[in-house]
Nanobody
Framework: QVQLVESGGGLVQAGGSLRLSCAAS????????MGWYRQAPGKQRELVAT???????NYADSVKGRFTISRDNAKNTVYLQMNSLKPEDTAVYYC?????????????????WGQGTQVTVSS
């Protein structure tokens, strides 16, 4: 019903920057919360940042002051600007949305995940 496509990951040196994007498409009625999570090898997936439909943001303590989450509601897209990257930021980053979508004559809600994009920060 809804598809998410992530882009923007890659390899960067410590102190560098990357910008992740995640675009949602499909029979979307509205998108509530959007967010980014990450999972490092051997670790559980953890929250990085979230943003509500009204623009309120929430960040993990480990990224506060370095990462900025934003969204473009007209494009159904969420971004994560990552500055001052550290080797411990290395992980697969996943976007997540809670979406209301059309299904026949109904509107339904569900959670969706992106396919993941690798971010590698070298020391």
């Amino acid at each position: 019903q809804v598809q998410l496509v992530e882009s923007g990951g890659g390899l960067v040196q410590a102190g560098g920057s990357l910008r992740l994007s995640c675009a949602a498409s499909g029979r979307i009625f509205s998108i509530n919360d959007m967010g980014w999570y990450r999972q490092a090898p051997g670790k559980q997936r953890e929250l990085v940042a979230t943003i509500t439909s009204g623009g309120n943001t929430n960040y993990a303590d480990s990224v506060k002051g370095r990462f900025t989450i934003s969204r473009d509601n007209a494009k159904n897209t969420v971004y994560l600007q990552m500055n001052s990257l550290k080797p411990e930021d290395t992980a697969v980053y996943y976007c997540h949305i809670h979406c209301i979508y059309y299904s026949g004559s109904y509107v339904l809600g569900d959670n969706y995940w992106g396919q993941g994009t690798q971010v590698t920060v070298s020391s």
